[in-house]
């Protein structure tokens, strides 16, 4: 759970790591609106159109944010995930810093192959880094630590989100449920 990482921590960051590991859940009001705006996403990503994608990651974004009356991010969708021989770059958050947006940036396509990314795997960064957005601007978190709960509230937005499967139909229509490398 914490291990070395957590121990070299100062005292208040250890404070922030416990609290974000406490919190388990975020709940999304109205989720039926949130419907259509998945779909949205999905036949974007299914259209490989850079833009598409990000305007139906915007929507999303917008959507979510616009629920829990947080302040809007500015998502970019980019091309190939940038690597090294070791891993891929899935996302990334930029705070805003009080002077602009926050920036989420996510990779549509696989490092080695250049495929797009399985629409599960792109849903799932999204939200992932919304979920920093969202540790900072809801919970109030002075950081926003990998925690067992940072990956339980992401879980519980996709759950939320994915509740008629659509991830999976879209998957199993294009030949898989893994990034296809």
Same mark, same amino acid.
């Given at each position: 759970m914490r291990y070395a990482y957590y121990a070299k921590l100062k005292p208040r960051q250890k404070a922030v790591y416990r609290r974000s590991d406490d919190i388990a859940k975020l709940t999304l009001r109205n989720r039926a609106a949130f419907g259509p705006l998945v779909e949205d996403l999905a036949a974007a990503l299914e259209s490989e159109q850079r833009a598409a994608i990000e *305007?139906?990651?915007?929507?999303?974004?917008?959507?979510?944010?616009?629920?829990?009356?947080?302040?809007?991010?500015?998502?970019?969708?980019?091309?190939?995930?940038?690597?090294?021989?070791?891993?891929?770059?899935?996302?990334?958050y930029e705070t805003g810093d009080g002077r602009a947006r926050a920036i989420v940036r996510?990779?549509? *396509?696989?490092?080695?192959?250049?495929?797009?990314?399985?629409?599960?795997?792109?849903?799932?960064t999204l939200l992932h880094e919304l979920c920093h957005h969202l540790d900072?601007?809801?919970?109030?978190? !002075? !950081?926003?630590?990998?925690? /067992?709960?940072?990956?339980?509230? /992401?879980?519980?937005?996709?759950?939320?989100?994915?509740?008629?499967?659509?991830?999976? *139909? *879209?998957?199993?229509?294009?030949?898989?449920?893994? !990034?296809?490398?």
């Open positions: *305007r139906a990651s915007q929507a999303l974004a917008d959507a979510i944010n616009a629920g829990y009356d947080v302040p809007r991010v500015r998502v970019k969708v980019l091309s190939t995930r940038p690597s090294t021989r070791a891993s891929e770059l899935h996302g990334l996510v990779w549509m *396509r696989t490092a080695y192959h250049k495929r797009v990314v399985a629409f599960r795997t792109f849903l799932r900072y601007e809801l919970l109030k978190l !002075d !950081d926003s630590f990998h925690t /067992e709960g940072f990956f339980k509230r /992401e879980s519980s937005l996709f759950k939320q989100l994915d509740a008629a499967g659509v991830s999976r *139909r *879209r998957d199993e229509a294009s030949g898989g449920g893994r !990034d296809r490398r």
